[in-house]
């Protein structure tokens, strides 16, 4: 995936915590800048997990929303990512608490 330094630019996105300890991107966003910030836990997680995180918000330095081309581009850069998601969805409860 390619991202251009005039797509990171255009993030105008602020960071948000998320209320749900399931959604193992809590901490994690696309600042203004350009940077992506990372929940510190994630390194407990398995290395395809961590993957599809950072494949994610490398994403949304393109598209700042979950819109259909979002999810496009997302499976461009990552097929089968669904699958990932799901297995980190399932065991972030685990990661975080241990």
């Known amino acids: 995936m390619t991202i251009s330094p005039a797509a990171s630019r255009q993030s105008r996105r602020r960071c948000r915590g998320s209320r749900s300890r399931r959604h193992f991107a809590c901490s994690t966003c696309c600042a203004t800048g350009g940077s992506v910030t990372l929940n510190p836990f994630l390194v407990k997680a398995p290395r395809e997990a961590i993957d599809y ?3 994610h918000e490398l994403c949304h330095l393109r598209e700042h ?9 997302l499976t461009r850069s990552m097929p089968g990512w669904e699958a990932v998601k799901s297995r980190l969805d399932h065991s972030a409860e685990i990661i975080l608490n241990d």
């Open 65 to 73: 929303n979950h819109s259909p081309e979002f999810f496009r581009l």
């Open 53 to 55: 995180v950072i494949t």
